[in-house]
């Protein structure tokens, strides 16, 4: 059983725990940039590591536009996942997007989580009347020019090669390479669902804990738009790191792992 | 004997002709060289220190350093080939490429080396391009929809204009049959030019429905015997063989992955035309083929009128004809549906022939059809 969803979005189990947490990559990369964090986790907790579909080594044949119009469709990917691996009661952790999309998952099926965590959460990059989002619709339309001057290894010419050959081992590096390369097309909707989404009138809707973990500076998701997550949802915690960027898990994954225990530890 | 060159290695590093750059893991700009602040504008005291990396570049390309730059710096200690813009004074913009490493210090501090090449020419180069394409893939998705459109138009009419034509056809029979047109030679005459127009136009629908049945797809391609195919087109010639006392010989063919009713038809119209385009001696058809290294020639040889080679190209186009429907029957949509079936197949049809002597009809067929477009 869910032999098909291990496959569409390459999933990973590891650890020798009882208590679930799964992780989420954000926008732009795979599960391969929480590496600095779960070898922490790895002996207590029960360890999900997976791509989001259209990511990574994910099966990019199952990428349908139409579904993966909002973060609607990776939300049901969450919950699919979770029943088909029979969890609940699972630690959700999302950087970027993936809070978004967690905070989807959890406000539809509350039992199937129990603490959400959000690394840099914005649920709204475009600025609006009352609303700091950070961005502009021309910027979105900048970051689509520079998405399609830069393919980042992906090429027409090599992926078929690449995806027939799973087993030989020349590939590997290329397969290793596949984080942040995605199909040009894929990459482009994708940005366009992540950063023109508005989940605002989502966050009320979550009854699940929530810990939003901010960065600053954060150009992606601003110290404004952190607050604003915190004051919206109903139950949450805020942790502001001494970290600027937007991935504290990789730049410093020590106060991440800190900041993650403290909270997962400490919060009943 | 020549001195022996001494490179200094610090101007080296900062008149090299590619901009470098050293930052920390937030980015900061810890070093820089004059190459790279020439071409922003800016002063060693205006950046070292004072400006973040991100804070050369717009928002789009700010949002992409910290989802794909960072991340792939800090993951594979390495990028390759960034194409950004970097932002200097005065509103200058200059598009580069970047590569970069981590380094990782004794200290154990952590930085990062970029090197920027300028690639305002190439840029402009790539746009070009990249409109050209654009446009080109415009252009495509324009045609195959009114390609699409035309192919289902020409159905649609075709396949229409038969049920009133077909009512038609027993209506002159069924007033021939009950003999309701009074006697007189004007009557018969007029008559008979409507029953003969009439048949001309059902076999002009019949040729434009089969030959729109050829549309964009090639369909199922199975294992096809030339020869049992040719065998099939005779079979479905039965009465004209006869009526005209045509005479086939057919040697051995090759077997080929083809669209079986698509090759059936081909030897159909081929067929069909030799007989029809006959001298008063009967018909004698010869089949026959060559192998080349990717694909198969098949021949196929008559003995008829034959036609000046300057028509050798005019002949394929769609309902063009050498002769006057008067003098001999026919829509000029034949060799076309054989020319658009041998096309889909990735091979080629030609003709040689020769006046009072006969033509030969050729056609290749490549051996893998993985060549053939689709």
Known sequence: MGKNLIARNNINRIGSGSQTIMFAHGYGCDQHMWRYITPAFEEAYDIILFDHVGSGNSDENEYRFEKYNTLKGYADDIIELCENLE???????????????????????????????????SPCYINDDNYYGGFSKEDIDELIDTLESNYLGWSSLITPVIMGNPDKPEFTEELNNSFCRMNPEIAKHFAKVTFLGDNRQDLSKITTPVLIIQCHPDVIAPIKVGQFV?????????????????????????QTIQALKSYIENYN | MKSKFIEHTEDLYQNAPCGYLTMLADGEIVNIN??????????????????????????GGKMYYETHMMPLLQMQEKVKEINMELRGSEKRVVPVLINGIKVQAQAGETFYRLSIIDITQRKQYEKELLKARKEAEETNKRLREINEELEHFAYTASHDLQAPL????????????????????????????????????????????????????????????????????????????????????????????????????LFLNLFSNAIKYRKAEPPQIHVSFKEERNFFTVFVQDNGTGFEQKYDKKIFNFMERLHSHDEIAGTGIGLSACKRIVDKHGGSIGVSSVPGEGSTFYFTLPKNLDTASS
């Open chain 2, 34 to 59: 004059n190459t790279l602040l020439f071409w922003l504008g800016y002063k060693r005291d205006e950046v070292l220190y004072k400006k973040r990396f991100p804070d050369l570049l717009g928002i």
């Open chain 1, 87 to 121: 969890l609940t009661e699972v630690i959700f952790v999302g950087h970027s997007v993936s809070s978004m999309i967690g905070a989807l998952a959890a406000a539809k099926r509350p039992e199937l989580f129990k603490q959400l965590i959000m690394i840099g959460p």
């Open chain 1, 230 to 254: 915190y004051g919206s949802v109903q139950n949450g915690s805020y942790k502001l790191l001494e970290v600027s960027g937007h991935c504290p898990h990789l730049t410093a994954p020590d």
């Open chain 2, 166 to 265: 077909n009512n038609i056809g027993s209506v002159i029979s069924l007033i021939e049959r009950k003999k309701l047109l009074p006697k007189g030679e004007e009557g018969d005459e007029l008559f008979s030019i409507i029953a003969s127009n009439t048949q001309r136009m059902r076999t002009m629908i019949h040729d434009l429905l089969e030959y729109s049945k050829l549309d964009g797809k090639i369909g199922e391609l199975v294992h096809i015997s030339l020869r049992e195919t040719s065998f099939l087109a005779m079979e479905m010639l039965n009465e004209e063989i006869s009526k005209n006392g045509a005479k086939f010989t057919i040697e051995e063919l090759p077997i080929i992955h083809g669209n079986k009713s698509q090759i059936t038809r």
